[in-house]
């Protein structure tokens, strides 16, 4: 299981990459490029987030949203 931050939210949201992801990469999370990483690493994408909260993230969305990305990272 990865642990994905509100920092890493935060990360995704101002990031300048093209199209900026969190993927898990050997147990981390991570922000890439998504064309740098396969596609069963990504978590979430730039775009995932602008369609769920919009241009702006508020801190408390940011811990929301990454306790649910850890949660999803989690062996079923």
């Given at each position: 299981m990865a642990t994905i931050t509100a920092d890493d939210v935060r990360g995704l949201a101002r990031s300048e990459l093209m199209?900026?992801?969190i993927a898990v990469v050997g147990g981390d999370a991570l922000i890439m490029d998504a064309e740098e990483v396969d596609f069963e690493d990504v978590i979430y994408t730039r775009e995932m987030l602008v369609a769920d909260f919009g241009e702006d993230i508020t801190d408390s969305e940011a811990d929301i949203l990454a306790a649910g990305l850890t949660a999803q990272t989690s062996p079923t």
């Open positions: 199209e900026p992801v």
